[in-house]
């Protein structure tokens, strides 16, 4: 087994090798060559490039339709702040509670609030039976886009009895005849037993 050439003789070897017989790297000096290939390589390339940044730019440039939403919650005031505890009970001698609702769905939008009183069978399960529904009331808000409003509901006139709830349903535009839940656009409770 013989050992690799050294250095020195491997460039003697290159030295001795015609240069018609040497390694080159090719290189394209003239567009006009016959690689019909190539051109067409470099034009694939160059379109793809033009797709994709025609859709990255589309893309920031068109907003989605699901960018929007509407936050909604319920409060309860205390000293003029808004604090999302201490709801009021059934017996309670102050029973108002704030509804926010905050509109960030990149138009103008009619908002109505219907506060309903509600007994149910089930206790908190996720989707108890309505036994009784009485309605509390109705506020309408007419939010700009990122615009927020309030509205007060007195929530101790409404049914009583053990497993009771305020429901706040918020629709878009008007009501139907009777609010239910699955209806709302948006929807959160409160218990008061």
Known sequence: MSSPPTLPTRLLRWLRTGRYLRYRVPV????????????????????????AVGTIGYGFTKPTQDAGYTEFAVFTEEGGELIA???????????????????????TLNYTVVAVSQRVDGGEQQTPTIQAQSTLGRRRLALSDNETGRARFDVTGGLTGGDVRVAFLLYRGDTPESPR???????????VS
């Open 28 to 51: 394209v000096t003239d567009p006009l060559d016959n690689r019909a290939g190539a051109w067409l390589g470099h034009l694939l390339i160059l379109g793809c490039l033009l797709v």
């Open 85 to 107: 505890a201490e709801y009021p009970s059934q017996h309670a001698e102050d029973g108002t509670v704030v509804v926010r609702v905050s509109n960030h769905e990149g138009r």
């Open 181 to 191: 839940r699955e209806t709302a656009y948006r929807s959160l409770y409160v218990w």
